[in-house]
């Protein structure tokens, strides 16, 4: 069945510092959406690539969904300690969501 | 509040025990998920309800069922429950293109 990979697992960096996470599908997407779940919370969606090499921001936060739609990127600038959590990523294909373990990030102020 | 309401939050039961969680979706979403999040494991797909009819069945075990009501609430039915079984379930729900999911908080499920 379909797998979707993310790396790294955990990421620790300063405040102010940059973060980037990686998802990769054994499978081609008809989507990618990505989420974010806090300690003690519920994953929150953040947003939705569907087309070849589509690149989206949202404040300090930019997704980009490879040419090949089967892999994926969310990259943070200038983490703060509200960015702390998972982050997963979940490819869409036949009506349901394959979400990937999701990284870790925890920022040192 | 996400808008979707799971209960209970919390639920602790013995071994071969049979329990039900409880999902109310988001006013006007028709699409009812069901995932398992261990910490091993990640969020697991379990089944998918558009509705009341079952759209998709991931890893879901043969001792676990679910369903659909016509007002829309779902319930998640867990029998014969195993030490293993213990993890948050959450509930999500979605309109018919699953543009974004919207979770409840969970129910944290041990079994002891």
């Known amino acids: 069945g379909q797998q979707v990979m993310q790396i790294p697992q955990y990421q620790h960096v300063q405040e102010g510092e940059d973060f980037t996470t990686y998802c990769n599908s054994s499978?081609?997407?008809?989507?990618i959406q990505w989420y974010k779940q806090r300690p003690g919370g519920h994953p929150v969606f953040l947003i939705q690539?569907?087309?070849?090499?589509e690149v989206k921001k949202q404040k300090r936060l930019t997704f980009q969904f490879g040419e090949a739609k089967k892999n994926s990127s969310l990259h943070i600038t200038a983490t703060q300690t509200t960015d702390v959590g998972t982050y997963f990523c979940?490819?869409?294909?036949?009506?349901?969501?394959?979400f990937g373990k999701g990284t870790l990030l925890t920022v040192n102020p | 509040d996400s808008g979707v309401t799971q209960t209970p939050k919390h639920l602790i039961t013995a071994t071969g025990q049979r329990v039900t969680l409880r999902c109310s979706p988001r006013?006007?979403?028709?699409?009812v998920y069901w995932y398992q999040q261990s910490l091993d494991q990640g969020l697991q797909f379990l089944i998918q309800?558009?509705?009341?009819?079952e759209r998709a069945k991931g890893n879901i075990l043969e001792r676990f069922s679910a369903q659909q009501f016509p007002d829309l609430h779902s319930e998640l039915n867990l029998s014969s429950l195993e030490l293993g079984d213990s993890a948050l379930y959450f509930c999500?729900?979605?309109?018919?293109w699953g543009t974004g999911y919207t979770f409840g908080s969970g129910t944290r499920l041990t079994v002891v």
């Open positions: 999500a729900s979605s309109d018919l």
């Open positions: 499978t081609t997407l008809s989507n």
């Open positions: 690539l569907v087309k070849s090499g």
């Open positions: 979940a490819g869409g294909s036949n009506y349901k969501l394959t």
């Open positions: 006013s006007g979403d028709l699409s």
């Open positions: 309800y558009y509705n009341g009819e």
